[in-house]
């Protein structure tokens, strides 16, 4: 099962997506978060220690440049770079979570993004999957990555919206894009909500209703600003929320 995660920025993707992972992990699946957002924060969020050393793989410029295959002075890309090796050189672990970051360019003048987003979508329709194992995708706040269609080899894909216009906008938007890309399963999922009002703005706003609601937690914002590891009591509403989420995810009979 490959999932990405997407929409606008500063709703709470990575927070989500942290949530996901534990639920996920405590449910028997093995899973691999994979960082696809240029401002990387899954390694912070999940409690990995010296997040300064992990090497995010577009800091390799000299291994993109031959794996994407551009040939000097064209604009063209191999579109089946070798990946394999990939997975373990570039993979942490922590209490059986497995983290990669793809990273993005460090510099002004950097140019596009091309040769990572090459090697992201290569690892994502390269690899075959157990159903005991799971991937998700943090993917870049926006609607730039499915343009490039960087994530057409996932399942499901969730986009995070909360409750002001323009989310809703940002969240409908993308909804259209994975449509056009060929995502089959596309569920919104509601973060920051605080109240009934909240839901029924969301409800009326979206074209269909988000299958989990995620609170405006107190709890969850604290842990950020000390830069904790990411934990919900499972008695919260947060999760609540996240088994919901599974249970969506993993209907009865795949869990």
């Given at each position: 099962?490959?999932?990405?995660?997407?929409?606008?920025?500063?709703?709470?993707?990575?927070?989500?997506?942290?949530?996901?992972?534990?639920?996920?992990?405590?449910?028997?699946?093995?899973?691999?978060?994979?960082?696809?957002?240029?401002?990387?924060?899954?390694?912070?969020?999940?409690?990995?220690?010296?997040?300064?050393?992990?090497?995010?793989?577009?800091?390799?410029?000299?291994?993109?440049?031959?794996?994407?295959?551009?040939?000097?002075?064209?604009?063209?890309?191999?579109?089946?770079?070798?990946?394999?090796?990939?997975?373990?050189?570039?993979?942490?672990?922590?209490?059986?979570?497995?983290?990669?970051?793809?990273?993005?360019?460090?510099?002004?003048?950097?140019?596009?993004?091309?040769?990572?987003?090459?090697?992201?979508?290569?690892?994502?329709?390269?690899?075959?999957?157990?159903?005991?194992?799971?991937?998700?995708?943090?993917?870049?706040?926006?609607?730039?990555?499915?343009?490039?269609?960087?994530?057409?080899?996932?399942?499901?894909?969730?986009?995070?919206?909360?409750?002001?216009?323009?989310?809703?906008?940002?969240?409908?938007?993308?909804?259209?894009?994975?449509?056009?890309?060929?995502?089959?399963?596309?569920?919104?999922?509601?973060?920051?909500?605080?109240?009934?009002?909240?839901?029924?703005?969301?409800?009326?706003?979206?074209?269909?209703?988000p299958v989990a609601f995620f609170p405006n937690s107190k709890a969850i914002r604290t842990s950020e600003r000390r830069g904790r590891a990411?934990?919900?009591?499972?008695?919260?509403?947060?999760?609540?929320?996240?088994?919901?989420?599974?249970?969506?995810?993993?209907?009865?009979?795949?869990q």
């Amino acid at each position: 099962m490959k999932i990405a995660i997407a929409g606008k920025g500063g709703v709470g993707k990575t927070t989500i997506m942290a949530l996901i992972a534990k639920e996920l992990q405590r449910s028997g699946k093995e899973v691999l978060i994979i960082d696809a957002d240029p401002s990387p924060h899954m390694a912070q969020t999940l409690g990995f220690a010296n997040v300064e050393q992990i090497t995010p793989i577009a800091e390799m410029t000299t291994l993109l440049a031959e794996r994407a295959g551009k040939v000097e002075g064209s604009p063209f890309y191999n579109i089946n770079p070798q990946v394999d090796d990939l997975l373990a050189d570039f993979m942490v672990e922590k209490d059986g979570l497995k983290l990669m970051v793809l990273g993005a360019i460090q510099t002004a003048e950097g140019g596009c993004a091309c040769p990572e987003n090459t090697v992201l979508k290569r690892l994502l329709t390269k690899l075959l999957l157990s159903p005991s194992q799971a991937i998700l995708l943090d993917m870049e706040a926006g609607v730039e990555h499915l343009g490039r269609g960087t994530i057409a080899g996932v399942d499901q894909l969730l986009i995070v919206v909360i409750p002001s216009q323009s989310s809703i906008r940002t969240a409908d938007k993308v909804y259209a894009l994975a449509r056009e890309a060929g995502i089959k399963k596309i569920s919104f999922v509601a973060n920051l909500v605080e109240d009934d009002d909240d839901k029924a703005f969301l409800l009326a706003g979206l074209d269909k209703a988000p299958v989990a609601f995620f609170p405006n937690s107190k709890a969850i914002r604290t842990s950020e600003r000390r830069g904790r590891a990411l934990e919900a009591d499972p008695h919260s509403d947060a999760g609540r929320a996240a088994r919901d989420l599974i249970a969506h995810l993993l209907p009865p009979g795949k869990q």
